[in-house]
């Protein structure tokens, strides 16, 4: 945390240990302002109606779906 602020959604994303085995192309990829809203909101869905449910029902892609766990288990 930067002077005692919360974290960003960003920020909790590049700290994910599945983010840092990314490769750095992909990284980058992930951190653009589309997809990094596109994790967000399935993040908010899968907290709202549980991500086994969220998982069997998305259109996400593997990549994103694993970010999402991570995620919601660091929580």
Do not use: C
């Not at 993040?43 to 779906?65: L, P, T």
Request: positive net charge; aromatic residues 10%.
């Amino acid at each position: 945390m930067k002077n005692g602020k919360l974290k960003s959604f960003r920020e909790r994303l590049m700290e994910t240990e599945y983010f840092n085995g990314l490769p750095k192309v992909v990284q980058k990829i992930a951190l653009q302002k589309n997809n990094l809203n596109h994790i967000e909101h399935g993040y908010n869905v899968a907290m709202n109606i549980g991500f086994d449910k969220w998982e069997s029902q998305s259109g996400f892609s593997f990549r994103n779906k694993e970010i999402i766990r991570e995620l919601i288990q660091n929580q």
